[in-house]
Structure formats: structure tokens, C-alpha cells
């Protein structure tokens, strides 16, 4: 099968094979991918090459972080 010149996203290395660059991924490299931020650490969806959407109360490029809101005491 024909890698599609690896869709722009990759280097082609022979006419099946494609060596895809960062946040890309898939045998033309065409499907976006987290996989430089730990696929969002869990806590967060991938919503384009390397770029986390995070679930409410995480923080970061990879969502790793625990937010933690401060309290008022009166």
C-alpha cells in the first residue's frame, strides 16, 4: 500500500513506510496524536497534534497538573 506522501505530516522513508512527525501518527501519518504529552495523562482529550483540551480541575500542556483553588476564610 501507498503511504499518500505520508499526508504532509511525515517523511516518506520507501513507498510504504512513513517516519511521521510530532503529534502525528498512523501508517500515512495522518491522524493527530498526543503522544509527546503522555496522551493528556489521562486527565484531558487530545484535540489536535500535541494539544490537550484538560478535564475541569487539571492544568498544563499535558494536564498533569492538579489545580487547586484557594479558600477564603471569614
Avoid: M
Avoid at 499518500?4 to 512513513?18: A, D, E, K, P
Avoid at 490537550?52 to 497538573?65: A, H, L, P
Amino acid at each position: 500500500p501507498s503511504v499518500n506522501n505520508c499526508s504532509n505530516h511525515g517523511i516518506c522513508l520507501n513507498s510504504t513506510t512513513c517516519r511521521c512527525f510530532g503529534g502525528w501518527s498512523g501508517s500515512d501519518c495522518n491522524t493527530f496524536a498526543c503522544n509527546e504529552l503522555d496522551q493528556c495523562s489521562g486527565n484531558g482529550k487530545c484535540i489536535g497534534p500535541n494539544v490537550c483540551t484538560c478535564n475541569s480541575g487539571y492544568s498544563g500542556d499535558s494536564c498533569k497538573f492538579y489545580v487547586v483553588y484557594p479558600t477564603v476564610e471569614t
